[in-house]
């Protein structure tokens, strides 16, 4: 029979950690070499981790990650390693290195570079040209990178139309919600279109505001699933993949007889490896290393488990890749900072997680006990720091220049202040990550105070609607069949808590409107006239475009969170400040 | 004579302003037609202004632009009037429209977009591919835009080799020191290579990190500058071009016959406009409206003067377009904080600026005294605000929490962040703007307070290095008469004044030491090793990377400031926070 052995390496490497990154590559080499793996293949880029952004414009950079590949090299015996990193020849490439025998074979240049969302590409690389497909013994297979293969007329398919049977395609794809079925629609068309097996190797773990979510593929010429790797985790897929299906599939069904490749000149080789299919029958690879498929890919949107992980993994990656040992989160006993609790407890563990309860005249002991009740939940410390004789300190001092004007905002976010710098000055004092609180709704219409409850490292919930936070709440609850979150803490109504009887919907529309609204305009990029035939009240719709216009400067200084929609605020949305552009 | 009468109009858009950048663009042809000039010129993209971010996925922020164009179309009578605008066909591009007696000629694609440094134009549009020549009665000439002329072989080069014989380029070109010789350098290389007259025309403004110089100029093909618009300023130039020139000296000098055009499929089309030279003659062009020429452009190194007034439109466009009247600044008594006042006065009057100044115990009796003189020299209102009874009521709340550990950062970065939490007070209580008072030397070794003195909307000094802030000081005294700022701010010690008898010295090199190593190392891009090859101490060196690199997070939370430098930190450098990498 026509087969081959793939090893797919989901690893999680860190950006710019070239020597850990290659530990972690040489130590899956030498676990997996005892499967006797013809290929054994590494993500994109996963020399220097993924996005390296500007690192890659020194050139010490580049150098120190191709003397990384070398050490890499070194480890690679008989058999093929597929590594990503970063070519130089007259410029630099996205490239993922062939190596055999602890020599370079070849290096495939990534052709289709993505230049939009939080991607790049342009700024950095220049797009190969060039199509090898590679012949070992009887079997012909191509290499692409990631972009390359969303494109119908890409690498698959000219490397398809000269022979290769199975493509692998290495990743650093960011997660976002529904992202898995889009891509498993995307990869089963292709697989299926060009009569291909396709292995699909993602990334895993959390950089600054991206989270990779793992989750590889490999699907067969019928579009079939038959390996999955784990989502938000680390994991080794071994797989015998037989080929003899493939050619049949294209005897029966030559839709790629009519392939032509690209307009522009290209390159064709075909690279023959001195590497027959080896003897690996007799090396029985166990049942939980096969990549079983438990089809969460093709589930439709995406489940609230699948969100909490994501944010789970991308709050854990941040703290501890960043050096921190222990978070610290102002609890108020709001649904926003018990999601972010839990989160962080999932993340690294409640003994690393410190809750501040920080009252004032305006805190209801509804509050109180909720935030306690949490703490006690969750098996975290919580400190109290009332902030009153801060504040009354700070109105005395500011008395005589507030000019006997009525209070107002100035003296609600005076409150949130002196919580932002009471988190700080224990984060300061002890060593602490602050993580924020702040939700999508918050950030989208700036209802949040700058240098208040914005201030700290990290914004675990920054992506996530109002609406949404209330449904990973329930769904942790019911994960973890207890109320960790209390219940009173998801019914009642939102509030900051900073005048009397304060609620959300004093100054916005309830969350059930205002979350497809910002949906529309924010992720959507709808007019106001869209909008309003979505069955929206006009003045509403025109006050909350306002605001999130508005509020541009606020987000600019927020901290990084994680992105788990199509468009996250940060590098994936790049708005200006000074804007003076009114759709209404 | 071969002649043709162009009106370069040096405008001052600003981004999503359409209907006001119509406006403005409507005001300057009526006004400029009295002279009677063949055509009339608009900078890239002046109806949406530049760059519009994002505003770019909005298509229906693309159709107002196209509405708003042809509002200005209206306008144009028996002239040529050239406009940026973003074209909409089967995608978008970044587009230059020939509008003629109220008609749309033509429009012209860019063909070379950037995408690096501050520009993301991938991200955008699609690249043009046609190269018009435009033939006005016996002349020919070729538009093209901003990077489209920095390529040798491109546009201008290929049109020239198409018989046109001048050139109109127009920008939005951001400055930064030493901008100007290289441009003139590249554009009179290019008049002189390809026998052409160039017209090169640039926006002006600030528009968040970014400031346009404007600094439009006219070359002849003999690489001599004939008309120069002012710098940092809006500005009309109606000049005569004589264009027998430029055929004679192709005969005596035809370098261009070899020219073969882009090696990718590309068209020229030549397009008739029926519209011969304007009986110009007898309407005199006022001396002033003719771009006298100063020479300013190839004078090497930036001036004092010119970066010192690149602040001071970088900060009143911040201010004026995003709404402002009025702005505080924390006074320290300090030299950042005093040029930031200084440059403040300049921008919005002195009767628009307040002076904030916040001691402590650690305050000196010199600081007190130069902030008091600062602000008696501006004209500016001074405030008190002692900080003492706030910091007391913080320590003795967190005193049970501190587990007497020793006084440290916890207790200094407090003392910073009462000041911006005071300054954010008066802030939301009377609408005041922030101005932070940060250099580049602090920001790039995070010798800063997050949330505390880097708290604020704008950032005027945050690209400017601490030993330049020395020489802007200096340079505004000189350049006053008088020692606006007083002389004692530019001869002590610098010091944060958070402890007795601190100095930035006990934490940092000398700025002297500080500053080269910080340009090799953020702006240069080199390596440890480039650098001790410089001369620099090893230890030094090391600490300085290692604070760069570890300070990223509290610069993604900085306000944004004046791009001055060839890359400052913001949109122009994209840096991970979470980066292992270690270069020594």
Redesign the interface.
């Known amino acids: 029979m026509k087969k081959v052995r793939l090893a797919l390496c989901q690893i999680n490497p860190?950006?710019?950690?070239?020597s850990?990154n290659v530990k972690k590559i040489i130590e899956r080499i030498n676990k997996l070499g005892e499967y006797l793996p013809d290929i054994i293949v590494f993500p994109e880029l996963a020399v220097t981790g993924y996005?390296?952004?500007?690192?890659l414009?020194?050139?010490?950079?580049i150098d120190?990650n191709i003397e990384a590949l070398q050490e890499i090299q070194k480890s690679v015996g008989d058999f093929i390693a597929i590594v990503g990193f970063v070519d130089k020849s007259e410029d630099i490439y996205n490239a993922a290195a062939v190596i055999h025998q602890g020599k370079l074979l070849d290096v495939y240049h990534k052709i289709h570079l993505p230049?939009?969302g939080v991607f790049?590409e342009?700024?950095y690389f220049k797009p190969g040209k060039r199509y090898p497909v590679y012949k070992m013994g009887a079997i012909k297979f191509g290499i692409n990178i990631c972009e390359d293969i969303w494109y119908p007329d890409g690498p698959a398919s000219v490397q398809a139309s000269h022979g290769a049977e199975f493509i692998i395609n290495i990743n650093a794809s960011p997660y976002h919600m529904g992202k898995a079925g889009t891509r498993f629609k995307m990869l089963s068309t292709r697989a299926s279109d060009n009569s291909l097996v396709i292995a699909y190797l993602n990334t895993v773990g959390?950089?600054?505001e991206l989270v990779f979510d793992g989750h590889s593929l490999v699907i067969n010429e019928h579009a079939g699933l038959i390996a999955e790797g784990k989502c938000f985790a680390e994991d080794d897929i071994v797989i015998d993949i037989c080929l003899e299906e493939a050619f049949m599939k294209r005897l029966h069904a030559p839709h790629d007889r009519e392939v032509a490749g690209p307009a522009?000149n290209y390159q064709i080789d075909e690279i023959v490896i001195d590497h027959g299919p080896l003897k690996n029958e007799d090396v029985l690879v166990p049942a939980a290393m096969r990549g079983t498929v438990r089809s969460v890919c093709d589930a439709g949107p995406a489940t609230n488990g699948e969100i909490y992980n994501a944010l789970v993994l991308g709050t854990r990656?941040?703290v501890v890749?960043?050096g921190f040992g222990k978070v610290c989160i102002g609890l108020s006993g709001g649904i926003d900072s018990s999601l972010v609790a839990a989160i962080a407890v999932d993340a690294i563990g409640n003994d690393n997680v410190t809750g501040i309860f920080m009252p004032t005249h305006f805190t209801s002991a509804e509050s109180r006990e909720d935030a306690y009740a949490l703490a006690e939940h969750l098996g975290i410390m919580i400190?109290e720091?009332?902030?009153r004789?801060?504040l009354?300190?700070?109105l005395?001092?500011?008395k005589p220049?507030?000019r006997e004007?009525p209070p107002?905002?100035?003296e609600e976010?005076?409150q949130a202040?002196?919580r932002?710098?009471?988190l700080?000055?224990?984060s300061?004092?002890f060593g602490w990550l602050v993580l924020t609180t702040g939700n999508k709704s918050e950030m989208s219409v700036g209802y949040a105070t700058?240098?208040g409850d914005m201030?700290g490292?990290f914004a675990p919930i920054k992506d996530v609607p109002k609406t949404l936070v209330f449904k990973l709440s329930e769904w942790k609850n019911i994960d973890s069949g207890k109320s960790v979150i209390p219940e009173r803490v998801l019914t009642k109504a939102p509030t900051a808590e900073l005048r009397f009887d304060q609620k959300d919907t004093d100054s916005l529309p309830p969350y059930e409107i205002l979350d497809p609204i910002l949906k529309a305009y924010i992720e959507d990029?709808r007019?106001?006239?869209?909008i309003l035939n979505l069955g929206f009240d006009s003045d509403c719709i025109k006050k909350v475009i306002a605001l999130v216009d508005l509020s541009e400067?606020k987000r600019?200084?927020?901290?990084?969170g994680i992105k788990i929609t199509p468009r996250a605020f940060g590098?994936d949305?790049?708005?200006?400040?000074?804007?003076?552009?009114?759709?209404y």
């Open positions: 860190t950006v710019g950690d070239l850990g996005p390296p952004e500007d690192l414009l020194k050139p010490h950079f120190d230049n939009y790049d342009f700024r959390g950089q600054d522009d990656d941040y890749k960043n400190l720091i009332p902030i004789p801060v009354d300190a700070y005395s001092s500011l220049h507030f004007l107002g905002i100035a976010n005076l202040r002196i932002g710098n009471i700080m000055g224990m300061n004092k700058l240098y201030a490292g990029d007019s106001y006239e869209e400067y600019r200084q927020s901290p990084p590098r949305r790049r708005f200006p400040i000074t804007n003076r552009y009114r759709n």
